[in-house]
């Protein structure tokens, strides 16, 4: 273990060294929770991005990691959909624009490994916060704490455990919490490029009758592209030589970048979801992929991890206020009930959208341009759905500006 004044019980244990377990571990030390994070090695690096709303770069702010992260990140400031379905009934071209939010960006697009890199370093130096370098392999919940136990035999004792270990989480399924899984007929074919023009920090995104092929902006003449495509698709993409799959992409895209080259290998992401049926078991609250799992469409993962993040936070500080233990079932109960909507809000409209663009049946598309055209011609409609894109339920009313203000203005 990295420290050595640890407590003999912790408030909280979190369990998991990805994007969402670190920064939840951050998140709740510099609140004052004593804390422990099991977070092993990772197996490999991550080549993948990540489109960060507004919320959620504010979180990063908060925690004193966005001044390490910023500068080898990209603002999207304009979201472009253009209908590439090809087929009779199709979407007019929509733009949403951040500054009719009054917002500078949306939020920016950032490389993983940058984000782990900086996150590593953090977890390392952060008060409060004991860290154990090998995955968990024995857990137990009972009525006082949750004991986490090493292969080589760490053991650490909690109020709350607190579960971010992944889609195929150990602690969930040793507590007994069930999931409902579900697959696409679909695979994420993801890169980066270079290209010759510059995006202007525009992300476009094509409706293609595959799955949307979405070009995310990254710092210079760089953007990301997640190219959803059939199984067979896929499979002909990743087995093309460099040139032809830089034409290929170059031709799927329009061209409206340019000519492209690529800046990274290609990987593949098999589509799917997954949402575990209870969001807590006893003195165990789960976070980020070990709770939801979502296919990579309309950036929506790791932005509803911060959000889970977030109420986790709040709902510990004011059971603090009480001085109610952190893994009570009373919190655990606000947890449940706080998270619930906007994990099942975000599914089903992932789900809606990547359904409409693979149906032949003429009334749903009929439905989805229709959508898409009232959003192009209603200012107070487009503004509603662009909010709700980043942040549900929030203050905003339609018809008037909300979100930070221009930095400029
Ligand atoms: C192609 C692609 C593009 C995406 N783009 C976006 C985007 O633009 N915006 C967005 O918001 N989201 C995006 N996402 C989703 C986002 O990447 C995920 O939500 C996020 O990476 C999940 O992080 P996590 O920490 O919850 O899980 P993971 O990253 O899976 O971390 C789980 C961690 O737990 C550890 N672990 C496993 N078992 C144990 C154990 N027994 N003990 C201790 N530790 C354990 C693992 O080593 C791992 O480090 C995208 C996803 C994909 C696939």
């Known amino acids: 273990m990295a420290q050595t004044n640890q407590p003999d019980i912790f408030d909280i244990a979190v369990v998991g060294g990805g994007p969402s377990g670190r920064i939840a ?22 080549g993948r991005t990540t489109a960060l709303w ?40 929509v733009t949403f624009d951040s500054s009719e939010l009054g917002m500078e960006e949306f939020g920016f697009n950032i490389l993983n490994s940058n984000l782990n890199a900086v ?53 969930r399924e040793t507590a007994g919490i069930d999931v409902k899984r579900w697959s696409y007929p679909q695979v994420a074919v993801v890169l980066n490029l270079e290209h010759r023009l510059p995006h202007q920090h525009v992300s476009t995104e094509f409706h293609t009758a595959t799955g949307p092929f979405t070009l995310v902006p990254l710092p210079g003449r760089q953007s990301a592209l997640v190219c959803v495509e059939t199984e067979d698709g896929a499979a002909k993409l990743l087995a093309m030589k460099q040139e032809q799959l830089e034409r290929e992409l170059e031709r799927r895209s329009h061209s409206i970048v340019g000519a492209f080259k690529l800046a990274s290998k290609p990987q593949s992401f098999p589509l799917s979801g997954m949402n575990a049926k209870t969001l807590t078991g006893e003195r165990l609250a789960l976070i980020g992929e070990t709770a939801h799992v979502f296919p990579p469409i309309g950036a929506q993962g790791l932005n509803l991890s911060l959000r889970d993040i977030l109420d986790l936070r709040d709902i510990l500080l004011s059971a603090r206020v009480r001085q109610a233990d952190p893994g009570s079932t009373a919190v655990l109960s606000a947890y449940e009930a706080k998270r619930r909507g906007d994990i099942k809000t975000r599914t089903n409209a992932v789900d809606l959208l990547n359904r409409s663009l693979l149906t032949s049946f003429l009334p749903v598309q009929a439905a989805r341009s229709t959508g898409l055209y009232l959003a192009g011609k209603f200012g107070p409609l487009r503004r509603l759905l662009m909010h709700e894109g980043m942040t549900p339920g929030s203050s905003f009313r339609p018809g008037r500006p909300a979100g930070r203000p221009p930095v400029n203005s």
């Open 119 to 171: 996150l590593e370093i953090f977890c390392d130096k952060q008060e409060n916060l004991t860290i154990v370098g090998e995955s968990v392999e024995a857990a137990c919940f009972d009525g006082s704490c949750a004991r986490l136990t090493t292969r080589d035999g760490q053991s650490v004792s909690a109020r709350l455990a607190v579960a971010a270990d992944g889609r195929n989480s150990f602690l």
């Open 25 to 46: 571990a951050l998140t709740l030390a510099q609140a004052g929770f004593s804390c422990a994070l099991f977070a092993p090695p990772s197996a490999k690096p991550d």
């Open 54 to 93: 507004q919320q959620s770069i504010d979180l990063l702010r908060d925690i004193g990691i966005w001044a390490e992260i910023e500068a080898t990140a990209a603002p999207l400031k304009k979201m472009r959909m253009i209908d590439g379905t090809g087929r009779l009934l199709r979407a007019p071209e």
